[in-house]
């Protein structure tokens, strides 16, 4: 791993929590005094301190702080040549072109025949980074772009150069699946590939926009955040995270490579960003800014862009309350259609940012990607979007978006007015997707690890209630999903699992509990409790606590295998059925625990005898 800082040190840590051993590089720190520049510890400075800051990092990068042992450091004058002891060398130092060549001119020399060399660039150009090298580099070279933070960021977005053999390709893409657990995206040698084009342009868009209709940036976040799927963190608080500094080398760097893109404009960067820039407002890594934390008091200011002042920040407006009012509605293509229909600013913006940013994605597919699932796929797995320009343009109707956007005079591509003329509905259907360049439905490439839950929810459920279903995944093998708020257990659920295991004993091979969305499950509403236990409803508590424990002893006695697929946040009662089921796929990123002692309530779906028959599986027979 060539390089030690933000990126570089991170990307060794997720190396290490797949297992592998890496050895990070970085120079040798400058102005040592000859006495310093015998010293070892000196010379690897860098290095070091990148690998420290990494084991202290919050969140946490790796997995374990043991990891870290994987980890050994060197310098780029000193241990230079023990690259070729590497299978595969990653260069992450800084965005400067000579830099990089500089780099490669050396790391050529060293290593052996047939190791791979990739770039974590962000976007310069390959025949750039090659320029000078020979046939089994270029052969053997490819750009893996990592998203930060990199444990936690799926995307991986991978480009190859024009003479990259197909195997080294597809052992990366092999890698980056299965070692690392990363959503591949393949982009093609194009400024910024695919997540921060079309990040950098929806960002622009929405900025100019503020401007143009003279909102306030927490009124953009407002809506761009969670009303239309996006983070929390939407778009001036995602530039703070990200560093502003980094954002408009991004935009400069779209404006100064795009010169035939049409919509170039909007990636010029407005002059009180750039000052924002030269007086050393960069977001959370200075003293602040968009946004502005006093430590003291905790109270947040915010950048006014006509002013370039900090001024409070805004409590209400019409905007805030439409926005608040949303926040009640789960299912995120209800909330955007409700958004896309108001009549006031809000919905005037957040049309004309989705309008401008639905056309550019598709204009740009089969110029920076091959299909609209990878700029799906790097939007949600890249920028954590709920949904892709084109799930979006699904989740809006697509043949009357199509009808609005001509109608406000935007640009449809030709390939999209066809795709309408031709009675589509949409970009998906089912296991199809709308190819944009060959005018046609085609089959969506299936991933045979996995399962798309779309597909499944195509199908009739064999079972269904109003808080949970139960489905026929093929290969003898049914599937109970929750739709409860944030998966959350009640009745239905319980009564669904009840079902789902007498049916599979009856007619499958086995039984899966999986979910989708942001957790798995957040465990029994309490809120219930405490209102039965207020109205002195004590039997109600009772049986409630006894139909949980009875779905997870017909789980964990099933005469068919239950496998529980948890992630994320599964705790509680989400928790206790995991423990009871036969066998537990958990995804890495899981959180758990029986949390109900925290208010002071023993857990009672049977958790505690589960987690103990659990903990004593791993005690060697015999032992004392």
Not at 1 to 25: D, F, K, S, W
């Amino acid at each position: 791993m060539l390089g030690a800082g933000v990126m570089g040190a991170a990307i060794a840590a997720h190396l290490a929590n797949a297992g592998v051993r890496v050895l990070l590089l970085d120079i040798v720190p400058p102005n040592l005094s000859e006495e310093e520049k015998k010293d070892p510890k000196k010379r690897n400075a860098f290095s070091v301190g990148g690998l420290e800051r990494t084991v202290k990092a919050r969140p946490a990068l790796f997995f374990h702080t043991s990891y870290a042992s994987l980890v050994s450091t060197g310098n780029l004058e000193d241990d230079l040549g023990k690259l070729a002891e590497c299978d595969l060398v990653i260069e992450a130092v800084p965005e400067v072109i000579d830099i990089k060549r500089s780099l490669f001119e050396r790391v050529e020399k060293v290593i052996k025949p047939g190791t791979v060399v990739s770039s974590n660039t962000s976007g310069l150009p390959i025949k750039d980074l090659l320029e000078g090298r020979g046939p089994d580099f270029r052969k053997n070279f490819i750009v893996t772009h990592f998203f930060n933070p990199v444990r936690y960021m799926k995307l991986l977005e991978l480009v190859r150069g024009p003479e990259t053999l197909d195997e080294v390709h597809d052992r990366i893409v092999a890698f980056g699946e299965n070692a690392l657990g990363k959503g591949i995206v393949v982009g093609r040698d194009t400024p910024n590939f695919v997540g921060n084009r079309i990040g950098a342009y929806a960002m622009m868009a929405a900025i100019h926009q503020m401007l143009e209709s003279g909102l306030a940036p927490e009124e953009v976040d407002a809506v761009a955040g969670p009303p239309l799927g996006r983070p929390k963190s939407a778009a001036f608080r995602t530039a703070d995270m990200v560093g502003i500094d980094t954002f408009v080398h991004v935009a400069d760097n779209c404006h100064r490579l795009l010169v035939d893109d049409p919509e170039r404009d909007v990636f010029l960067v407005p002059a009180f960003i750039r000052t924002m820039v030269q007086r050393g407002q960069l977001g959370n890594k200075s003293k602040g800014g968009f946004y502005k934390k006093d430590k003291a008091t905790k109270n947040v200011a915010t950048l006014d862009p006509t002013t370039g002042e900090y001024r409070e920040k805004l409590a209400k407006s019409e905007i805030l309350g439409f926005c608040k009012s949303l926040k009640d509605v789960e299912d995120v293509r209800a909330r955007a259609r409700k958004v896309m229909g108001n009549a006031g600013p809000a919905g005037d913006f957040a049309w004309k940012v989705t309008a401008k940013t639905l056309v550019y994605a598709a204009g740009l597919v089969g110029e920076i990607c091959d299909d609209v699932v990878a700029i799906d796929d790097a939007m949600r797995w890249g920028y954590n979007w709920e949904l892709g320009p084109f799930e979006m343009w699904d989740a809006l109707g697509f043949a009357e978006t199509v009808d609005r956007l001509v109608k406000d005079g935007y640009k449809v591509p030709a390939s999209v007015l066809k795709m309408k003329a031709d009675g589509v509905k949409g970009f998906y259907d089912g296991n199809k997707i709308y190819d944009l360049a060959a005018g046609k439905q085609v089959e969506r490439k299936a991933d045979p690890r996995t399962l798309p839950f779309a597909i499944v929810r195509g199908e009739k459920a064999l079972e269904k209630l109003e808080g949970a279903s139960l489905w026929d995944t093929g290969d003898g093998v049914y599937a109970i999903t929750f739709h409860t708020k944030a998966n959350s257990i009640d009745n239905d659920v319980i009564a669904m699992i009840e079902k789902g295991v007498t049916r599979a004993e009856n007619e499958a091979r086995a039984l899966v509990l999986f979910n989708e969305g942001e957790h798995f499950c957040v465990g029994a509403n309490l809120m219930l409790i405490v209102m039965a236990a207020m109205s002195k409803k004590f039997e109600d508590i009772r049986k409630v606590a006894s139909a949980l424990q009875s779905a997870g002893q017909r789980m964990k006695y099933s005469k068919v295998p239950v496998v529980a697929a948890p992630f994320s946040v599964t705790v509680g009662g989400g928790l206790e059925l995991c423990l009871a089921a036969g066998h537990v796929q958990a995804a890495v990123e899981t959180y758990c625990g029986l949390v109900e002692v925290g208010v002071g309530l023993i857990p009672a779906g049977g958790g505690c005898t589960n987690a103990m028959w659990r903990a004593l599986e791993d005690i060697p027979e015999g032992a004392p």
